[in-house]
């Protein structure tokens, strides 16, 4: 279950039009590796501490493929690929690759398998709700608060999935 913000904000592209409400992610804690491997194996006989190797050399010899200007491909999951900037210029002569190449990031691309299994199966509920610098503990918080009754489709209730319909998109994050 992924927890979302309900936040109300001016849309800086649009500072003339009234706030509008935005579901903002309400990240969890990353959990680290020792925890992920000793639930993935269980029920297996691969030891965690292998599990764990496994991911380290792997990425090991990715980091190397990488920097060779070759993609990773992680399993039928996705690949990884090294993106990057460029700065241009009108003559050939005056392109200097380490000064002009900008904001080299790595890249994981999902596979369409990895991406289904993922988007498909995604439910949000609505954690707290932001207004004018006031944080309410839940949207029932917020209703309560503010003397709203009823549900709507901002309930509290977790929704799925790939739905793409009806709320604006956040053009803030």
């Known amino acids: 279950m992924i927890k979302i913000n309900l ?19 309400n990240t969890g804690k990353a959990e680290n ?18 599990m764990d190797s496994s991911i380290e050399l792997f990425f090991r010899e990715a980091i190397k493929e990488l920097l060779n200007g070759n993609s990773v491909r992680a399993g039928r999951y996705g690949n990884f690929r090294v993106a990057f900037r460029s700065e ?7 392109f200097n690759a380490n000064s002009m190449i900008k904001d080299a990031r790595i890249v994981f691309q999902p596979s369409k398998l990895f991406r289904s299994e993922v988007i498909n199966k995604l439910q949000f509920t609505v954690n707290c709700v932001t207004e004018d610098e006031v944080k309410y503990a839940s949207l029932s918080d917020y209703r309560r608060a503010k003397g709203i009754s009823g549900g709507g489709s901002g309930s509290d209730k977790p929704s799925g999935g790939d739905s ?10």
């Open 88 to 94: 241009g210029v009108e003559d050939i002569n005056e």
């Open 33 to 50: 590796t020792y925890v992920v491997t000793r639930n993935a194996s269980e029920n297996t006989s691969t030891a965690p501490t292998e």
């Open 164 to 173: 793409g319909g009806g709320l604006d998109e956040n053009p803030l994050g």
């Open 7 to 25: 936040i109300k904000r001016v849309n800086h592209f649009e500072k003339d039009k009234p706030a509008k409400w935005y579901g903002v992610s």
